[in-house]
């Protein structure tokens, strides 16, 4: 199993990005999906995720109503469409899959995660 990100770049403030998510390997229906971010300095945190339950997701407090999530299965392949993006957004993105198939709750925790891929930069000018 593998994942990779991609679709970052640099954009302005207010701005509106889409980031795609591969996913190599088998039964990727039965994996929820992570997306986290890390800022220069600073920690990967937790932004959003996809339950392999089709239509659950779940989001950071700092992203709720500007950001949404979305996978398809048929494609193996998820999105985080960002929307009023900020200044404070800047970071690099990455996807992950859940360690465990078929898990009834989404996990926030990276560490419950694996297959990460490089991730792709998203800039965001104030």
């Known amino acids: 199993v593998q994942l990779q990100a991609s679709g970052g770049g640099l954009v302005q403030a207010g701005d509106s990005l889409t980031l795609s998510c591969a996913f190599s390997g088998r039964y990727f229906s039965s994996y929820s999906v992570g997306w986290f971010r890390q800022a220069p300095g600073k920690e990967r945190v937790f932004v959003a995720s996809s339950s392999w339950t089709t239509g659950y997701t779940y989001y950071a407090d700092s992203v709720k109503g500007r950001f949404t999530v979305s996978r398809d299965n048929a494609k193996s392949t998820a999105t985080l469409q960002m929307n009023t993006l900020k200044a404070e957004d800047t970071a690099v993105y990455y996807c992950?899959?859940?360690?465990?198939?078929?898990?009834?709750?989404?996990?926030?925790?990276?560490?419950?995660?694996?297959?990460w891929g490089q991730g792709t930069l998203v800039t965001v000018s104030s």
């Open positions: 992950a899959a859940d360690q465990v198939q078929w898990r009834q709750r989404i996990v926030t925790r990276s560490a419950h995660y694996n297959a």
